[in-house]
């Protein structure tokens, strides 16, 4: 059964992804986290879907929101997509078996049952997250679906294998904050280089952001004390870098890579297993017939972009 969990905040009755869900007939699948006040302009809008009330006794929090979610599907034993509230549609790459080019899709069902299918293949990945909207190269090959060392997006799959890992709730940066407790923890959280998701975060003051009212005054101080928040936890500034054309921060592979070795937290034998068993992975998901049969199916149905 899938399962979609959206964190969401002053979006009832206009948030994307949740009209998406609610088109598509998956209303029963959708999980929505609130906070308490707004429970009833969501019960209002979306009465079929499932309702998570959360009122903290130290206000809006964000990364504690999403921590809650991991703990809900890793409990439950079931996978669990975790997606922001205003994804505009999805980029399916291509492979050497689909005959199509780049496709533009609003399917969530069908992007769920492909990173459920790659998860039966990878048994020991914990999560996949997609590409961002800003990253426009869709270059792929049987031996680099995936990239490790990749910080996630506003979606994310989790197996619903048992993790350790949550992200830092002093954070607001829990996406990148989560992604570094999987690599300590050595537990395999990858990108998946076939799928991107669009979004338009930061066009209104709902949606995901937990203290702000004003996306466009509070967005530089606000990434600039995550990224300092970063640093100094993990002692790791060369790895988290600011991206000049978005502003935003996130992690480079390779400095990630050496940081990881430099304090001993992988040792050599290890890296290359790792590096062995995630080329591996990929290989194995580009081949598999399931998985392609899965992804043929975005020429044909009616969620296409044209």
């Not at 999980?31 to 429970?39: D, R, S, T």
């Not at 923890?185 to 990858?190: A, Q, S």
């Amino acid at each position: 059964m899938r399962n979609f969990h959206v964190p969401s905040l002053g979006r009832a009755g206009i948030s994307t992804t949740l009209n998406y869900l609610k088109e598509q007939g998956l209303s029963l699948n959708t999980h929505i986290w609130v906070y308490a006040e707004q429970e009833k302009e969501y019960r209002d809008n979306y009465p079929e879907m499932n309702i998570h009330v959360l009122n903290f006794p130290d206000g809006r929090n964000l990364t504690r929101k999403r921590n809650m979610i991991i703990d809900f599907i890793t409990e439950s034993g079931e996978s669990g997509m975790m997606l922001d509230d205003d994804i505009n549609q999805f980029i399916i790459g291509k492979t050497k078996y689909s005959d199509f080019k780049v496709v533009k899709t609003l399917d969530f069902a069908l992007v769920y049952d492909l990173l459920e299918r790659a998860s039966i293949l990878c048994e020991d990945v914990v999560s996949f997250s997609t590409k961002r909207n800003f990253i426009t190269t869709y270059t792929h090959t049987e031996r680099s679906l995936f990239t490790k060392f990749s910080v996630a997006s506003g979606l994310i799959f989790f197996t619903g294998r048992n993790m350790k890992s949550r992200a830092d709730e002093a954070t607001k940066a829990d996406d990148i904050c989560l992604a570094t407790e999987c690599w300590l923890n050595k537990e395999l959280d990858l990108k998946f280089n076939l799928i991107y998701a669009k979004f338009s975060f930061g066009t209104n003051a709902g949606g995901l952001q937990s203290g702000s009212t004003d996306f466009n005054a509070s967005t530089k101080k606000r990434l600039e004390d995550e990224h300092k928040f970063m640093v100094e936890k993990y002692n790791n500034e060369c790895t988290y870098t600011v991206n000049e054309k978005t502003g935003y921060f996130g992690s480079n592979g390779t400095k990630v890579r050496k940081w990881l070795l430099d304090t001993g937290k992988y040792t050599e034998e290890e890296m290359r297993d790792l590096d062995a068993k995630i080329k591996s992975y990929s290989e194995k998901v580009y081949n598999d017939e399931i998985f392609n049969d899965i992804l043929s199916k975005v020429h044909n149905n009616k969620w296409n972009i044209i």
